[in-house]
């Protein structure tokens, strides 16, 4: 009697190292996801209200009660004022007055409550200026959310790099997408180079929130990704001094393409590849499986 032979799944034929990495990009996808639509995720944010000018004339926010103040040169974070019937919390206390709110900058930066869905915190700027930042965990944006269309895992993306140091840095001037082609200059600490089919590749990360961030574009943008650009965190590699892994199937949207209140920065000429780069996030879909911001 013949006996057919099964024939192994698509996964069983998958080496070892691929079905691991396929399994920790899931995992990385769906906390992806996860953080996008939280109460204080890229797609709640309502407002971001810079507060600048004299201290002594406040202003009001959008979408939001009580007086925002800047506060004089050289002192961190915003002064509010309000009455308790606005029912704004600052840190647990409910406010009946005036109040100092740290910003970001500052390790215990405060937690500003406004109603059961509207929150906010204060960031700063290289100018050492101050705004509100407003966000809504019932907004339109995580109502009308459907996930995040994106590449499947591709091997052939993840690049073994040279991370070379520069003395006292590098300093290029980076444009953002509200800016109107204004420039701010970051501090590139290292050059990050690689070769890849044939081609080489000088690219550019800069300094951000304890690591490094590479903004990108590829000939993919504004065709099958996003069109403004994604971003990559490269990882130092513990065992090699000097190497860095870029796993572009961990690229990923920046904030802008969730929410328009954003202003992302702009991939630095040296970052705009003209090659297509099939790998990571794509675009932010709504529930209907069409462009979120179309």
């Not at 002064?79 to 704004?88: T, V």
């Not at 081609?199 to 990108?216: P, Q, T």
């Not at 990882?235 to 690229?251: E, I, K």
Request: glycine share 10%; net charge negative; hydrophobic share 40%.
């Amino acid at each position: 009697m013949w006996h057919k032979v099964r024939q192994p799944s698509v996964e069983e034929s998958m080496p070892a190292d691929v079905l691991e990495s396929e399994s920790r990009l899931a995992a990385f996808r769906e906390a992806r996801r996860r953080l996008v639509a939280s109460a204080q995720g890229s797609l709640a944010l309502m407002n971001t209200e810079w507060i600048t000018g004299d201290p002594a004339a406040g202003r009001t926010a959008f979408g939001v009660p009580g007086t925002w103040f800047p506060l004089p040169s050289g002192q961190a974070g915003l002064k509010l004022e309000a009455a308790a019937s606005d029912g704004i919390t600052v840190d647990g206390e409910l406010v009946d007055g005036t109040v100092l709110v740290r910003g970001k900058d500052d390790p215990r930066a405060s937690e500003i409550r406004f109603s059961e869905t509207l929150t906010g915190y204060v960031i700063a700027n290289e100018d050492g200026e101050y705004a509100l930042r407003v966000w809504d965990a019932a907004s339109e944006g995580i109502a009308e959310f459907g996930g995040i269309d994106a590449y499947d895992y591709n091997p052939d993306w993840v690049i073994d790099a040279q991370f070379t140091p520069i003395e006292g840095g590098h300093a290029i001037g980076i444009e953002h997408l509200k800016d109107g082609g204004v420039t701010r200059e970051r501090v590139v600490p290292a050059e990050i180079t690689f070769t890849k089919d044939g081609s080489e590749f000088n690219l550019a990360a800069f300094h951000d929130d304890g690591g490094l961030l590479l903004v990108y574009s590829d000939a993919t943008s504004g065709d099958t990704t996003y069109g403004v650009g994604r971003f990559l965190r490269p990882v130092p590699d513990a065992q090699t001094p000097g190497r860095v892994t870029l796993d572009f199937n961990r690229a990923y949207l920046p904030p802008c393409a969730f929410s328009y209140h954003f202003n992302c920065p702009m991939p630095p000429a040296q970052n705009r590849l003209t090659v297509p780069v099939t790998a990571g996030e794509k675009n932010v879909l709504n529930r209907a499986g069409g462009l979120l911001h179309g």
